[in-house]
C-alpha cells in the first residue's frame, strides 16, 4: 500500500524535500537586495502541486518598505497555485533561520497550521510557531 501524495508530501523526513529547498533558499537568497542591512535572506517552499516556490528579501531606501523573502514567495505561490507543504529560510551564509512574526503570519494563510518549517532546532509545525493563529476561518460569513 501506498501512501496517500499528501502524506508524503508533509513526512517530517523527507531528506530529499528539505535539501532540495535549502538549495533553492541558497540560490533565491543570492538575488537578495539588502545593501542597508547586508542581510540577505532567501526563501523556498515546496506546495501540495510539487511546486518549488521562493523569494529574496528586497530593500528600499525608505526602511520600512522592505519586504522578506516570504513576501516574494507568496506572490510566486499565487503564480503556480497550491498550498504550502514545506518552508525554509536561510541567510547570507546559507544558514537556516526562522521566518519573522508577520512572515510566519502570511505563511499561515497559505499553509495552514499543518505546514512545516525547517528551523535551527529542526522541523516544526507552523501551529507550533504561530499558536492559536488568528486566519481566513476567522472570516467567514457563518463564525
Ligand atoms: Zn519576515
Given at each position: ?27 533565491a ?12 535572506v ?6 501540495d ?29 499565487r ?12 541567510d547570507?551564509?546559507?544558514n ?28 516544526r ?9 488568528f486566519?481566513?476561518a ?5 463564525n
Amino acid at each position: 500500500m501506498t501512501a496517500a501524495p499528501d502524506a508524503a508530501a508533509r513526512s517530517t523526513d523527507d531528506t530529499r524535500v528539505w535539501e532540495e529547498l535549502r538549495s533553492a533558499a541558497r540560490s533565491a537568497m543570492a538575488h537578495a537586495y539588502a545593501p542597508y542591512s547586508n542581510y540577505p535572506v532567501g526563501a523556498a517552499a515546496r506546495t501540495d502541486r510539487g511546486h518549488i516556490v521562493t523569494g529574496c528579501n528586497v530593500e528600499n531606501a525608505s526602511y520600512g518598505l522592505g519586504l522578506c523573502a516570504e513576501c516574494g514567495l507568496v506572490s510566486s505561490l499565487r503564480l503556480v497555485g497550491g498550498v504550502l507543504t514545506h518552508f525554509t529560510c536561510v541567510d547570507g551564509d546559507g544558514n537556516v533561520l526562522v521566518p519573522c512574526g508577520r512572515c510566519r503570519q502570511l505563511l499561515y494563510e497559505f499553509g495552514g497550521p499543518e505546514l512545516l518549517v525547517h528551523t535551527p532546532e529542526g522541523i516544526r509545525a507552523m501551529s507550533q510557531l504561530l499558536p492559536e493563529a488568528f486566519g481566513p476561518a476567522h472570516l467567514q460569513a457563518d463564525n
